[in-house]
């Protein structure tokens, strides 16, 4: 589904990636793991589309999106990609419902569907009571089902999370890795997931290692 050739990318004099080649079949869920350093947030931002390789492209069922212009580029990113981050970016402003609307907001979604499809996804992560909550009135686990909630809201081809459970104490970041499979096998969700976390990475269908900016392992 998703085909990444000779990626690199320096920063200054500072080579992050060096002509990495990667493959994401669809309903898979993938890990990249590697000491600080390795290039793994990096390549899961080009893979994502948040930013673009100094050489080679990225493919999503054979479209070449690195040729996209910016404004066809983002929205196939908010039709197709979902993320989500160790740090939630969840609008404090904003309840947990309005949070999980956003992307299709967008979109150009009108408000009544929108919201029934965010609080669908909501019940379904087991936070039907909280759909009024701000951020702030969230624990952290909480927090990052919102996340999970909206990155789900347009139904993407593909998630990507960079350490989403780096966060989260042991019980809800087990709860997050459980919920990453059950999404996985009833909807067949893809998920790409940058993490340190080794229990999270060891559930994966497949691991992928990386050091000093190459994939040594896959």
Known sequence: MIVGRKLSKSYGSL????????????GEIVSITGPSGAGKSTLLQLLGTLDAPKNGF??????????????KLAQFRNENIGFIFQFH???PEFTAIENVSMPA?????NKKDASMRAQ????????????DHKPNELSGGEQQ?????????????????DEPSGNLDTE?????????????DDFGQTFVIVTHNNDLANLADRVIKMRDGEVISQ
């Open 58 to 71: 990225v493919k999503y069922n054979d479209e070449e999106v690195s040729s996209l212009s910016p404004k």
């Open 105 to 109: 907001f967008i979109k150009g979604v």
């Open 120 to 131: 669908e996804l909501l019940e379904m992560l087991g936070l039907g009571d909280r759909l």
């Open 89 to 91: 970016h969840l609008l």
């Open 172 to 184: 809800n970041a087990r709860d997050l890795h459980n919920l990453f499979l059950k999404l996985r």
């Open 145 to 161: 089902r919102v996340a999970v909630a909206r990155a789900l809201m347009n139904k993407p081809a593909v998630i990507f999370a």
């Open 15 to 26: 080579e992050v990636l060096k002509s990495v080649d990667i493959t994401i079949k669809k």
